[in-house]
T-cell receptor
């Protein structure tokens, strides 16, 4: 039973480019969460999605960041025109229902040069 | 945002000793708590959870204690092993919420 799959594991982008991070939830999980983690810090909530719906995006920066979880395919976190401050580890988590434990992937480490 | 903090950023223990990792939270409306373990280069891994209608829950070698009066959560690891070395996070969810808030983490180092 595969866990939460994130790809790529490492992503290097130059300033101004776009970054696309993918997340396939665990089988049977329809709730997806994205978190960001800076070195030596905790995880900061970004967005919570269910299939085709954004439920809570209160942690998403107002500009350049977007997320989707289409009916078919993985959830995508998209960062446009990346800046150095976007460098971080981005973790995706999934759960079968809201309010149940989150199962995390191993993250995508984004480096902006 | 919510405040979920930890008393100590680092903790070193001898192999075989018991470890206690503490966590303070600020919102009395928090209803559900989880401890996660994160090893280097990996995502957080679920250890144990507890709901606000309980004050203690035990798993294999781990115990979580919840003191709602002082808004304090602790994770006890019995007979700590080198494989327990990791960063431990507590996470809380509000009764009316739909996301988990994470603390900064405590780095546990087990000395052989």
């Amino acid at each position: 039973n595969a866990g939460v799959m994130q790809n790529p594991r490492h992503l290097v982008r130059r300033r101004g480019q776009e970054a696309r991070l993918r997340c396939s939830p665990m089988k049977g999980h329809s709730h997806v969460y994205w978190y960001r983690q800076l070195p030596e810090e905790g995880l900061k909530f970004m967005v919570y999605l269910q299939k085709e719906n954004i439920i809570d995006e209160s942690g998403m920066p107002k500009e350049r960041f977007s997320a989707e979880f289409p009916k078919e395919g993985p959830s995508i976190l998209r960062i446009q025109q990346v800046v150095r401050g976007d460098s971080a580890a981005y973790f995706c988590a999934s759960s079968p229902t809201g309010g149940s434990p989150l199962h995390f992937g191993n993250g995508t480490r984004l480096t902006v040069t | 945002g919510e405040s979920v903090g930890l008393h100590l950023p680092t903790l070193s223990v001898q192999e075989g000793d018991n470890s206690i990792i503490n966590c303070a939270y600020s919102n009395s409306a928090s209803d559900y708590f989880i401890w996660y373990k994160q090893e280097s280069g990996k995502g957080p891994q679920f250890i144990i959870d507890i709901r606000s209608n309980m004050d203690k829950r035990q798993g294999q070698r781990v115990t979580v204690l919840l003191n709602k009066t002082v808004k304090h959560l602790s994770l006890q690891i019995a007979a700590t092993q080198p494989g327990d070395s990791a960063v431990y996070f507590c996470a809380e969810m509000l009764r009316t919420g739909n996301q988990f808030y994470f603390g900064t983490g405590t780095s546990l180092t087990v000395i052989p």
